[in-house]
C-alpha cells in the first residue's frame, strides 16, 4: 500500500486540486446550453447540477458557485449573486476540499491516530455541507426549472407564459402558476439530492473506518471523478449530462439501506469521538446500544439496534429498519459462552470463537470492554483485535459477509 502513495498523491491533486477550478470554468450553468433553447434542456442541466452538488456537496457547491461568480457580465450583476457564488465563500471552501485531498493522500505514512481526528472532522463537514446544499443551493438550482419553463419576458407583460418548444404556446393570463410548479419540483429535487448524497457520504464513512490511508486517497479520487465526469457529460450536452445523472441516482437508490446504515454508524461514531463520550459512559447490565456485524446472518451489517439477553439466557437484537419501523428480533447465532470483546484502537468488535465479528460497538464502548463481556456473560471475555481483523473489517466495510478461518 505505501509503495502506491506517490501515484495516490499525485492522482488525487489532478482530481482535487485542479478539477475545481476546471469545474469554475466549465460547469454546467442553470439555463439551457445556447444549441438547445428548451425547457426541457435546462431541466436537463438541473438534474445535473443537483446530482453533481450530491455527490460532493462541498466541491460541488463551490464550483457551482465559481461558475456563477465568472460568468456574471459585471460587478453589479456579481454582487446580486447568492452567497454560495461569492469569493468569501467558494475560494475557502476549494480550500478545504484541497487540504481534505492532501490529507488522504498523505494518508498513507502518517499513523492513523493522528489522521482519524481528521477524518472525523471531515465527515462532520460532508454532513453540514451536504445539509446547507440541501437546504440552499438545491432549491435555487430547482428554482431555475420554472424561470425555464415560465418566459420571464412574458411574465412582465402578460404573466406567466409556457416557453413555445415546437407547440403552441399556452397564455396563462394573470395567474401565477410558478408557486405550484415550485412546490411539485423543490420536494423533488431535495429527495433526489438525498440520495444521491446518503451514497455519496458512505465513502466518507467508509474513510472514517479504513485502516489504510491509500485506500482513502483512492475512494475520495473516484468520488471527484465521478463529479468531473458529471460535470464535463452536462457540459458537452445537456441530455448526456442527464442520462448519466439518472444512472447515478438509480444506483444509489438501490444501495440507499446500506448507505443511511453506514451514515447513522458514522454519525454515531463521530458524536462518541467529538464528545469524548467514553468518559463519561457506564454500559447497561442488560439492553445495550450496538450495530450488526458481518458475521450476523439475516441482519444487514450496520443495522443499529440493541442487544438484550433473555431470562432464559440466549441474546436476541432488537432493531428497528430505518430507525422508524416496526421493530424486529432476531437471536444471536452464537451461546454467550463462545464469545468475547476483540479490542480494536477506536472501537471494538463481539466476536464468536470463529473470529466472525457479530457486532460492533460504539466508540462509547471504548475501555469498557470488560464490562460488557462481564455484562452478557462471554466466555472468551476481552481480547486484542490483530491483523486478522483489520483485514476482515475491510471486507465488512464494502458489504461483505466475514468468513470463518479454515479448518473451523
Known amino acids: 500500500m505505501k509503495r502506491l502513495a506517490p501515484w495516490t498523491l499525485l492522482l488525487v491533486t489532478l482530481l482535487v486540486i485542479v478539477v475545481p477550478f476546471a469545474l469554475a470554468a466549465t460547469a454546467p450553468a442553470p439555463a439551457p446550453a445556447k444549441s438547445d433553447k428548451s425547457p426541457g434542456a435546462g431541466i436537463a442541466t438541473a438534474v445535473s447540477t443537483v446530482t453533481g452538488i450530491a455527490i460532493s456537496p462541498l466541491l460541488g457547491t463551490a464550483g457551482y ?11 453589479a450583476a456579481k454582487a446580486k449573486l447568492p452567497w454560495y457564488a461569492q469569493p468569501s465563500f467558494w475560494l475557502p471552501a476549494l480550500l478545504i476540499v484541497a487540504v481534505c485531498a492532501g490529507k488522504d493522500s498523505f494518508g498513507a505514512a502518517v499513523p492513523p491516530g493522528l489522521k482519524k481526528p481528521l477524518d472525523v472532522l471531515e465527515t462532520v463537514e460532508n454532513k453540514f455541507s451536504g445539509l446547507v446544499a440541501a437546504g440552499a443551493v438545491v432549491p435555487f438550482a430547482i428554482d431555475t426549472v420554472t424561470k425555464l419553463v415560465f418566459d420571464g419576458s412574458a411574465m412582465a407583460a402578460h404573466g406567466p407564459e409556457l416557453v413555445p418548444s415546437g407547440v403552441a404556446a399556452i397564455q396563462l393570463a394573470a395567474v401565477d402558476f410558478t408557486w405550484l410548479m415550485n412546490l411539485l419540483t423543490v420536494p423533488f429535487g431535495v429527495a433526489v439530492f438525498l440520495i444521491v448524497w446518503l451514497g455519496s457520504h458512505a465513502i466518507n464513512v467508509l474513510i472514517l473506518l479504513s485502516p489504510w490511508g491509500a485506500i482513502d486517497a483512492a475512494l475520495k479520487a473516484a468520488r471527484t471523478a465521478l463529479l468531473g465526469l458529471v460535470t464535463l457529460a452536462s457540459t458537452i450536452d445537456p441530455w448526456l449530462g442527464a442520462v448519466l445523472s439518472l444512472v447515478v441516482i438509480v444506483v444509489a437508490y438501490f444501495v440507499a439501506g446500506w448507505s443511511f446504515r453506514l451514515t447513522v454508524f458514522g454519525s454515531v461514531f463521530c458524536w462518541d469521538f467529538l464528545t469524548g463520550k467514553k468518559t463519561r459512559f457506564v454500559p447497561a447490565e442488560n439492553d445495550n446500544a450496538m450495530f450488526a456485524g458481518g458475521g450476523f446472518a439475516g441482519v444487514p451489517i450496520r443495522t443499529y439496534g440493541r442487544l438484550v439477553q433473555r431470562t432464559g ?69 476481552v481480547k486484542p483485535a490483530g491483523l486478522r481483523k483489520a483485514w476482515g473489517a475491510l471486507r465488512e466495510l464494502l458489504g461483505g459477509k466475514a468468513q470463518a478461518p479454515a479448518g473451523s
Request: proline share 10%; hydrophobic share 40%.
Open 65 to 75: 458557485g465559481a461558475y456563477q461568480w465568472m460568468a456574471a457580465k459585471d460587478d
Open 313 to 381: 439466557g440466549g441474546l436476541e437484537f432488537v432493531y428497528r429498519p430505518w430507525l422508524v419501523l416496526p421493530p424486529r428480533m432476531a437471536p444471536v447465532p452464537a451461546e454467550p459462552k463462545t464469545l468475547a470483546v476483540g479490542e480494536g484502537a477506536f472501537f471494538s468488535d463481539i466476536v464468536d470463537d470463529a473470529e466472525r465479528t457479530l457486532f460492533s460497538l460504539p466508540p462509547r464502548y471504548r475501555g469498557h470492554e470488560a464490562t460488557v463481556a462481564r455484562a452478557y456473560l462471554m466466555g472468551g471475555g
